[in-house]
């Protein structure tokens, strides 16, 4: 049996709990010092970090202009390269001048109007003739397009644009138009041409832009239901009411779009440019005055302090002197000049970079049910002009001679359903006509493409009256019911490709780049050279895909837009932000970040960062590191964030992997004004020297794709 435990006392238990209250008290103490020590200690960091970043801007603010100025000295190469742009299109003129090859200049409205005057009174042309002779027109009005993309706003007159845009229009009807003609000329010998197996005739005559499908009803059999061409997929189920009438279905595929209207042409510039032309004249004029000025007080100066007694000798020194003077003067007025002038120009080309990069404030249009807005897709593989038309009296062979009857209201169309169906017993009539075609091989897309037809009331597409589409992707065929036909065009998401997922700008070697973007479905890799780009290579879903833009060159705008063309849009609108989440930048930042990335990509990779998204609106961050050979890839895989406030570009203390975001400042860096000065602390002497050799055009290409791309707000 354990024994009892000892009773405590009062005054035991009394001593324990004061042991017990000075034990707390003094650990309370213990904690107490602690926490003032450690907060001590804390707030004497800031006070230290405070000070040291109060220096930094301080130095950075001692310096700010200096390296502002040097900044404008290396973005001088931007107005260097328009002007060797205005330079290459005059050249371009004379060229064409010179050649003396019969086509007419596009850009001169005697010429034009002449061509198209000349050609309407060509009257009997067959397919075959008006298929060669779309190449020139086609070429004509790409010259003419690209015209309104590459002249500058501030270049472009409204009197310019409106003449440009109405050739386009005119050469465009009068294309279809030749089109129709050489349909109705060739539907008049269709008995001559007709199959000996079925006894209709088929004609398929393919181009590089245009492949023209014709089929006649000649017998009118009933059973003859399924109208395929030879050797193509290309098929059409026609109903009773039309396999026994004389009609024809004639499908015109062309390549390009000239069914969709025109995109109006920015001249927001132009007002711009007018003030800062005034300002920058009213400057050059006040300049040379206030020289003039000066030359003649310091002339009636010298001519009271002249001595008489070598007045003959004094006369004749100052007299040469005057003119050394004058010449003097009117090249320091010249000098004054350019330099206004240079001044004038990179301002009008900010402006015009400003402009790329510009969000709307609301969207250019309502639209109604099943119509297709134009801001969120995009017609792509060109557009199918389905037809049925009345079969015109055909030739006929007499005593040697062809003798054809010629409608004097030419090839008309067959309405297909009637207007008024009360005189047929059966509702069903007049179904829906399933249609086969073939897609264009160039084209790419990344989900089953949407059909739409043509108003032509409207004069827009939209989606209803098309029903049972099926795409077939390996095949690529697309087959659908059509209520009534008409031009009909396959669409896609504009933005399918945006936001972007990541991208990358590395250099190649000196003046060419590699710009990697990935998107959801795809990469695409763009080389940059001097003023010239080019599609490296395209891999959709990890897989590379062959695209016929491969190894071509072509300026930065033509570029463009054949990527777009073939469904590779990774090019924002200033309408895009109302259907894809951005991660909004401002303007001026992001256009300051832009041009200034473009510099120093001779010598650095830049890529996205996933703190870009952290950072707000009013900064952008991204990835760098010296690149100069391949070797220093592998060998150095680490990158440096840089964060850019328009003002302000510093390094930062996280990374890449980090886990929160923080803008402190990395150890032993400063605060700089421009990414040139900031890189400038740790670049090595070859990178440097490397991007003071630059060439104008080459920075000038980068900084286009790069605004085009907008990948600071749309990653």
């Known amino acids: 049996m354990s024994a009892r435990k000892k009773k405590i006392t009062k005054a035991e238990r ?170 109705e000329r060739l539907l008049r010998q269709a008995s001559t041409l007709a199959d000996l197996d079925s006894g209709n005739m088929e004609k398929v005559i393919q181009d590089e832009n245009v492949t023209v499908y014709v089929w006649a009803n000649l017998k009118k059999n009933p059973r003859y239901r399924s109208v395929r061409f030879s050797e193509t997929q290309i098929r059409f189920e026609i109903p009773r009411i039309l396999a026994t009438s004389g009609i024809a279905i004639r499908l015109l595929h062309t390549h390009y779009d000239h069914a969709t209207p025109l995109r109006p042409v920015s001249a927001s510039l132009q007002g711009h440019t007018a003030t800062v032309t005034h300002f920058v004249k009213d400057e050059v004029q006040k300049g040379e005055a206030e020289i003039s000025k000066e030359l003649q007080e310091e002339y009636k100066q010298q001519e009271c302090e002249s001595v008489s007694v070598y007045e003959e000798e004094t006369k004749v020194e100052e007299q040469g002197d005057t003119e050394v003077q004058m010449s003097f003067v009117q090249e320091e007025s010249e000098a004054t000049k350019c330099e206004l002038e240079m001044k004038l120009l990179s301002e009008a080309v900010f402006a015009a970079q400003l402009l790329l990069i510009e969000n709307a404030n609301e969207k250019p249009c309502f639209c109604e049910d099943n119509e297709v807005d134009l801001c969120q897709f995009t017609t792509l593989g060109g557009v199918y002009h389905l037809d049925i038309f009345e079969l015109p009296p055909q030739c ?19 309405i297909y359903p009637p207007e008024s169906t009360e005189d047929f017993e059966t509702e069903n009539a007049f179904p829906p006509i399933e249609v086969t075609l073939e897609v264009q091989e160039n084209v790419i897309f990344f989900e089953d493409p949407m059909v739409a037809r043509w108003d032509a009331e409207g004069k827009h597409w939209q989606t209803d009256g098309i029903s049972n589409v099926l795409y077939q992707s390996e095949e690529r065929l697309i087959t ?8 009909v065009t396959l669409i896609q998401d504009t933005h399918i490709n945006m936001p972007f997922q990541s991208w990358e700008l590395r250099p190649l070697d000196v003046n060419k780049v590699l710009l990697t973007v990935t998107t959801v479905f795809t990469e695409i890799q763009i080389q940059i050279k001097e003023n010239l780009c080019m599609l490296a290579s395209v891999k959709v879903d990890n897989k590379k895909h062959s695209s016929t833009l491969e190894g071509r060159w072509m300026t930065p705008i033509s570029f463009i837009l054949a990527l777009k063309e073939t469904g ?82 510093q390094r930062l203390k996280i990374n890449e992997n980090s886990e929160t975001f923080s803008e402190a400042l990395k150890e032993e860096t400063e605060f700089h004004s421009t990414l040139y000065h900031l890189v400038k602390d740790f670049a090595s002497k070859e990178a440097m020297e490397k991007i003071r050799s630059s060439k104008c055009q080459f920075i000038d290409s980068v900084c286009y794709m790069l605004l085009s791309t907008r990948l600071l707000s749309y990653s």
């Open 568 to 649: 590779l849009n990774i090019f924002p609108t200033g309408h895009s932000h109302f259907y894809v989440v951005i991660n909004r930048k401002e303007p001026l930042v992001e256009i300051k970040a832009y041009r200034q990335l473009a510099l120093l990509t001779s010598a650095f990779a830049f890529g996205w960062s996933k703190w870009n998204v952290e950072c707000g609106s009013k900064k952008v961050i991204v990835k760098l590191r010296e690149h100069l050979t391949e070797e220093e890839l592998v060998q150095d895989p680490n990158w440096t964030l840089l964060m850019f406030s328009g003002d302000r570009a």
């Open 14 to 183: 009394l001593k324990q709990l004061q042991e017990e209250e000075e034990r707390r008290q003094k650990e309370e103490e213990e904690t107490r010092v602690k926490h003032e020590k450690e907060e001590m200690e804390r707030l004497e960091r800031q006070r230290v970090e405070r000070e040291k970043w109060h220096q930094l801007e301080a130095k950075d603010l001692e310096r700010r202009n200096e390296e502002l100025e040097e900044l404008y000295l290396l973005e001088e190469c931007f107005p260097e390269a328009e002007k060797l742009k205005q330079d290459t299109r005059l050249l371009s003129q004379w060229n064409h001048y010179i050649q003396c090859d019969g086509s007419p200049d596009p850009s001169v409205s005697p010429e034009i109007n002449t061509f198209i005057s000349l050609w309407k009174e060509e009257t009997n042309e067959t397919l075959e003739e008006v298929i060669a002779k779309s190449k020139l027109v086609l070429n004509l009005i790409e010259k003419l397009r690209l015209l309104l993309l590459q002249t500058p706003s501030y270049d472009l007159e409204d009197k310019a644009i409106i003449q440009y845009q109405g050739s386009i229009l005119e050469l465009q009807e009068l294309l279809h138009l030749k089109f129709n003609v050489a349909t």
């Open 480 to 487: 659908f019911s059509l209520e009534t036909f008409g031009p």
């Open 396 to 414: 006929k062979p007499m005593k040697g001679w062809m003798i054809v009857e010629i409608l004097k209201e030419g090839l008309q169309k067959y």
